[in-house]
């Protein structure tokens, strides 16, 4: 594929970078030796300082790095295959200037419609000098104690090949004739894993059938009587058992191994793996936890479990009402954060105001810059970034209006994003992933389902933010030229994105009503949905424990009259209230309706107060004081009789009418009544 050349040009052509203040941003953008089109003109302002241009900046024109470095401002460089060469040369020059790389090559420049990407690569400059916070690391500390499960004499051979480097100790699962090694170099012992927790470094496991072999094994291994229940600990694990693995997501498990015994080339490939794990790894803390914002449960009934049913490796685990994420069992896929209503757990690679302020600053900037219909691609570096390379090397490239944004999970994306992308003038979202991803991608389509109706309800249009699976990169660009194309807000929004973050989503899609193309009515939702309303039938007795129950204050009381409040922009639907209700009257309806958040609190049940018949003060509610009185009177043997009436009467008196009744009077409310007199079978033939 050829593509079109011409003279690179440089607008605007700016002083020497030693005479700019020392923090002044700069951005370095490379045409690649004239592989694509430069002919463009990028505001400062929009890179946030000055922007300058070059055609072989990683060769012959290595000094203007150099020059920009020694200003120690921060620099952004317009090409990420040479990232190596340029950081290596930061080094030998001792800078410590913040250096941002963005590949305007392979998202802008090398397409079919490259010569249309001034606007495009303007948005890549600026979301990449976008600042990131640094994400907290925790660490894992592994001395190399390696268990080698399996059931034959391959798992033998890979803890012979491991014992030089690990702590080894075989394990043979229900082994049958296994020869025995010439030399005990390591443990060889029978034993069955029944269950497995833990991580590089801090594996816990319960072994059943366990027994070490006799010394006089001869032809095979004999073992001891085996006994239940033993327990291990190890630092890693190397399953070559071929039966089911020990963990969910075991992919996704660091320090544990998996490969098919039959499989040489994968056995060959965990073996080299094994022997790197020893010393102190660092892996990011992908998610936070708010616990007091968690609406898990209260008063040990269930409300929520979103996360909890979508944590693909069980670091989501019950801890009373919140719930506890174990960071070392993470993997970062985010599903957790984009699902939890109460924005109690939050993403932290970037976070979630982090990401929206990226896609505000990509967004907002190719339309400053001329840009027209703004498409955003959200990709990973794991699979799209090497398909989108791969489509243009050898394909068409990105259309010039498609902005790619990366992300570290697909996954983690949430309605906030995609309410800001649209706010900000997008008139698509589209998410790549593979074609059997790696993650389960449950929590991104309950996204998706729940965002396709408020766009195309607000007039936006339909079926405008998709899931792109494919391993193609020419498929890609096929499904990107026949997806459909929505329509841009009149006025887009430019608010700047903050936390907390489900604040901030009830600020959003009010933001994106403002600016949307129609007046939205109440938009039905998707069962799930973290907004709506909710039913209370006939029945509710206005106990009020639903108030007590809800994590959010979307329902209310009032002191000194019995009602119940909603106000719908505060509910999560996290289904407390129902769970709580002893009546069962209580129903989700998941929707959006921004004229009811726009509202005062609305009045879902009231009723008047029964007066204290000792002092007059208002008390509980009188159809429930009533309904029991009547129920009772006459009814029941207790509440039948002079004794009788003073305990109804009793019931019909506030708090401290009634202890002075019981203490004052000398009124026992205990006391028996006039019981019934007894019947012998003589009434019974007399009557």
């Given amino acids: 594929m050829s593509y079109p050349m011409s ?8 002083p020497e970078p030693a005479t700019r203040p020392s923090d002044q941003g700069q951005t370095i953008l490379c045409s690649c030796e004239r592989t694509f089109e430069m002919s463009l003109g990028i505001d400062p302002a929009m890179a946030r300082g000055a922007v300058r241009t070059a055609d072989h900046l990683c060769r012959s024109q290595l000094h203007m790095v150099t ?5 120690g401002a921060p620099l952004t460089i317009g090409c990420t295959q040479e990232a190596p060469l340029f950081r290596e040369t930061a080094d030998d020059l001792g800078s410590l200037a913040p250096l941002h790389f963005v590949d305007i090559r392979g998202l802008a420049g090398w397409s079919d419609e490259g010569a249309q990407a001034g606007p495009k690569i303007a948005a890549l400059v600026a979301a990449a000098t976008e600042p990131v916070p640094p994400v907290q690391m925790v660490s894992m500390t592994s001395t190399g104690v390696a268990l080698v499960y399996g059931t034959d004499e391959v798992a033998i051979e890979v803890g012979r090949r491991l014992a030089e480097t ?14 025995p090694p010439r030399t005990a170099l390591f443990p060889v012992l029978k034993g069955t894993v029944v269950a497995a927790t833990g991580h590089l470094g801090a594996f816990d496991l319960v072994i059943d059938d366990f027994a070490a072999p006799l010394p006089s094994s001869r032809a095979k291994l004999v073992f001891e009587l085996g006994r239940s229940g033993a327990k291990s600990t190890c630092d890693l694990i190397v399953d070559v058992s071929g039966r089911r693995p020990l963990f969910t997501a075991d992919d996704l498990r660091d320090g544990y191994l998996r490969a098919d015994p039959r499989n040489p080339t994968a056995v060959e490939r965990v073996i080299a793996e094994a022997g790197q794990l020893i010393g102190e790894f660092d892996r990011p803390r992908y998610v936070t936890l708010e616990e007091k914002k968690c609406a898990h449960q209260r008063s040990g009934l269930i409300g929520c479990s979103r996360c909890l049913d979508l944590c693909p490796t069980g670091a989501i685990t019950p801890a009373g009402d919140h719930v506890a994420i174990d960071p070392y069992v993470c993997a970062g896929c985010g599903s957790c954060a984009a699902a939890c209503p109460t924005g109690a757990i939050t993403y ?3 976070t979630e105001d982090g990401f929206d302020r990226m896609l505000r600053t990509l967004v907002k900037t190719y339309r400053e810059a001329g840009g027209e219909n703004p498409v955003v691609l959200l990709y990973d570096d794991e699979h799209g970034a090497p398909l989108l390379d791969a489509l243009a090397r050898f394909g068409r490239g990105l259309p010039a209006r498609v902005l790619p944004l990366r992300v570290n999970e697909i996954s983690q994306v949430g309605l906030d994003a995609i309410t800001c992308a649209f706010a900000y003038g997008s008139v698509g979202l589209h ?3 593979r074609a059997r991803p790696k993650h389960d991608l449950a929590g991104l389509e309950r996204t998706l389902a729940m965002a396709n109706p408020i766009l195309a309800g607000m007039g936006f249009g339909d079926g405008i933010v998709t899931l792109i699976q494919t391993d193609d990169p020419d498929a890609l660009r096929e499904q990107l030229d026949a997806l459909p194309i929505g329509t841009p807000a009149p006025v887009p929004a430019s608010f700047l994105p903050w936390s907390p973050k489900r604040d901030f989503l ?7 009503q403002h600016v949307a193309p129609e007046t939205a009515p109440a938009i039905a939702l998707p069962p ?5 309303a909710i039913e209370v039938a006939d029945g509710c007795t206005l106990c009020l424990s639903c108030v007590g129950a809800c994590p959010t204050d979307a329902l209310s009381d009032q002191a000194d009259r019995p009602v119940l409040r909603f106000d719908e922009q505060r509910c999560v639907q996290c289904g407390l209230c129902a769970t709580t209700c002893p009546e069962n009257v209580i129903t989700l309806r998941p929707q959006l309706d921004l004229a009811a ?14 007066p204290c018949v000792a002092c007059g003060k208002h008390f509980g509610v009188r159809s429930t004081i009533e309904r029991v009185i009547a129920k009772l009177t006459d009814n029941n043997w207790m509440f039948s009789g002079e004794t009788g009436r003073a305990r109804t009467r009793v019931l019909m008196m506030c708090d401290d009418c009634r202890v002075s009744a019981m203490l004052g009077e000398g009124f026992d409310p205990h006391a028996p009544g006039m019981r019934p007199a007894t019947r012998t079978a003589d009434d019974y033939r007399d009557s």
């Fill in 7 to 14: 003279q690179a040009k440089t607008i605007p052509i700016l």
């Fill in 431 to 433: 998410l790549l992933t």
């Fill in 506 to 512: 009830r600020f959003a899609l009010r933001e994106l």
């Fill in 348 to 350: 932290a690679m970037p």
């Fill in 67 to 71: 020059q920009a470095l020694a200003t």
């Fill in 166 to 179: 690990l702590d080894v100790t075989v394990l043979l699962s229900r082994p049958t004739d296994v020869a």
């Fill in 597 to 610: 958040w726009a509202a005062p609190a609305r009045v879902m049940r009231e009723e008047d107060p029964f």
């Fill in 528 to 532: 799930l949905a973290p907004i709506g």
